[in-house]
């Protein structure tokens, strides 16, 4: 599946996907309240950071992926990124791709590792996908989420050499 740098012009194909996760409440700590223009800025990177788009054959946008220093300054050669599937095309290994995709361009960017720092505990399928492409939960923060149904789960810490 091709993977591309992002525009500005993908944003109205990412933003109706990221905003019905992120108003679900069930994976991502961000304010379900966002607006449009804030979670443009969060998520369509300046550099050092970029932002990608996973297509479809005829240029529809299934997901995307920001990915950036984890820190900065002495912090900044661990990787870290972030993955939004739109729900619709679950299943067809868009977050796989993404993931590896990820994971290739830190390695060509040189960063030494790439951490995750708020993986949902109950966000099952994710963490499978994470632990199936070599990362390991280092830490747990314990009942740091609120989930809207599950009430206060876990957030993982999930690391990875590159």
């Known amino acids: 599946m091709p993977i591309r740098d992002a525009t500005t ?6 933003w109706p996907f990221f905003h019905a996760i992120v ?3 069930e ?9 449009e ?13 970029r932002t990608v788009v ?14 950036n220093p984890n820190q900065m300054g002495p ?16 299943g067809r290994g868009v977050g796989r791709a993404l993931g590896e995709h990820a994971l290739d361009r830190a390695r060509r960017d040189g960063y030494h590792a790439m951490q995750f720092n708020a993986v949902v505990q109950s966000n099952t399928r994710a ?4 632990r199936s492409l070599g990362f390991e939960v280092i830490g ?8 809207p149904t599950k009430g206060y789960v876990g957030l993982h810490v999930m690391y990875r050499r590159l």
């Open 9 to 14: 012009d993908d944003w109205p194909a990412i």
């Open 23 to 25: 108003t679900a409440g």
């Open 27 to 35: 994976t991502y700590a961000y304010d379900p309240d966002m607006s």
């Open 37 to 49: 223009e804030r979670a443009r800025s969060l998520w369509l990177l300046p550099p050092p950071g």
């Open 54 to 67: 996973a297509v479809d054959d005829d240029g529809t946008v299934l997901g995307s992926a920001k990915m």
């Open 75 to 90: 912090g900044a050669h661990i990787a870290s990124a972030s993955f939004m599937v739109d729900p619709a095309q679950a």
């Open 127 to 130: 963490v499978a996908l994470w």
């Open 140 to 147: 747990t923060v314990p009942e740091a989420f609120r989930h």
